[in-house]
């Protein structure tokens, strides 16, 4: 099944059953909302209404929506993990429970995408201090023959240190050779692709639940991680989401397998990110952006690279369409973003990276400089770091790179 095929017979499924497809929002979080930087889930978008707030959609819901974890930085070159990547959610608002959750999401897996009983296995909530085990999900699986296992906090979704959260069951797929074995938390090859979140609390600043006023339940299934397994691919890098990329940059750069996932992963976000509105700065989302690209530029530039320019502008317009952030694309996904508050062409996003660039290039010859003349035998330790950072402006990033 191809990225397209996957999507429609996901949303197609909800829509089956009643669920209205909202459009990808922004990947920046709603006005008002400053608890995390950028949307990092589905759900993000809905906080107000897994709250109690109605909807003007209804009460079932289901969407594919752009996110960025920047918690995953440092493990982009695996195999599976992307700073941007898009969710399938769906979600009932104080509409039908958690059992019929799992129950459609496992058909869907069986039916939809032709999964064999068994390569699932799954985990639920068994309990802890604050609240007992999911009775709900562990009977709903039993009933439907799925094996269970029964973990503590892992079990346990929020989507920050407050607000709406509670017991989740998290849906595995075996990805190993050879016969299933072993449980999700004992074995990396059970691969964990669906979570389904019974939203029914809302945590305190002081730490304490409260349950909310109706049960909800979030769902969220990482698009390139289920594809990587539909198609039987080692990695997302594999996936037909990737196709163009795979393609044009090894002609690029002759990069190792890990640096080139890094710089296929960060060259793509930079470009959703500033699609979505954002400039690279020393600050907040705009520091985000300016470590991704900087991140590419320092693989380039220590391997004797060319640099950006290269890029072909196809990238850029195949990146923007497939986010559905194109002005004239209708993307891969679900239409067009809803904020309609920046009007980003690939020219000008091109032009953005290159101008952040010829920033990067500037500082290294200016480091270059300020570390020429620096006393022999001095040690680049903290002290110094700051030093060079405070009194010359060289972010310890450019001094790293220029002391490789
Ligand atoms: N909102 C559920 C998840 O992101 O796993």
């Known amino acids: 099944m191809n990225t397209h095929e996957t999507i429609s017979t996901f949303l197609d499924f909800y829509r089956e059953h009643g669920h209205e497809i909202s459009p990808s929002q922004s990947l920046l979080p709603p006005h008002g909302d400053d608890s995390v930087l950028f949307t990092t889930s589905g759900m993000h978008h809905l906080t107000p209404h897994l709250l109690g707030r109605p909807h003007p959609l209804g009460r079932r819901l289901s969407s594919v929506q752009r996110c960025l974890r920047t918690t995953d930085l440092d493990e982009v070159g695996d195999p599976t993990h992307l700073t941007v990547f898009e969710m399938l959610g769906s979600w009932s608002l104080g509409d039908y429970g958690g059992g019929q959750s ?4 496992h058909r869907l897996l069986r039916e939809g995408f032709g999964l064999p009983p068994e390569s699932l296995y799954v985990t639920v909530f068994g309990g802890d201090d604050q609240t007992g085990p999911d009775v709900e999900s562990l009977h709903t699986w039993q009933d439907l023959g799925v094996p269970v296992e029964l973990l503590g906090k892992d079990n346990w979704w929020s989507n920050g240190p407050t607000g709406p959260c509670g017991p989740d069951s998290e849906i595995f797929v075996w990805t ?3 016969v299933p ?4 938390s004992t074995n990396p090859d059970w691969v964990e692709v669906w979570n389904h979140v019974m939203m029914r609390f809302e945590r305190l600043p002081d730490g304490s639940l409260v349950p909310l006023p109706r049960l909800s339940v979030d769902t969220g299934m990482g698009l390139e991680r289920l594809l990587t397994v539909l198609q039987g691919k080692d990695s997302v890098y ?14 690029l750069w002759p990069l190792d397998t890990r640096e080139h996932r890094v710089v296929v992963d960060h060259l793509r976000s930079g470009i959703v990110v500033i699609g979505d509105g954002v400039q690279p700065s020393n600050t907040g989302r705009g520091y985000v952006l300016r470590r991704l690209l900087r991140r590419v530029l320092t693989i380039l530039w220590s391997g004797n690279h060319p640099l950006l320019d290269e890029l072909p502008l196809d990238l850029y317009i195949h990146t923007l369409d497939h986010f559905g952030q194109s002005q004239t694309g209708t993307g891969t996904g679900i ?16 032009h953005v990276i290159l101008d952040e660039q010829r920033r990067f290039l500037q ?7 300020v570390l020429s003349r620096r006393p022999r035998g001095q040690v680049l330790d903290g002290p110094t770091l700051r030093f060079l950072h405070e009194t010359h402006g060289l972010p310890p990033e450019i001094v790293e790179v220029l002391s490789l």
């Open 363 to 369: 500082m290294l010859d200016r480091g270059h400089k």
């Open 176 to 178: 190993g050779s050879g």
């Open 181 to 184: 074995r072993d449980t999700p």
């Open 335 to 350: 239409g067009t973003r809803t904020d309609t508050s920046t009007s980003v062409t690939p020219e000008n996003i091109r």
């Open 238 to 251: 594999e996936t037909d989401v990737f196709e163009p990329w795979q393609q044009t940059v090894p002609t």
């Open 102 to 105: 799992l129950r459609w999401g």
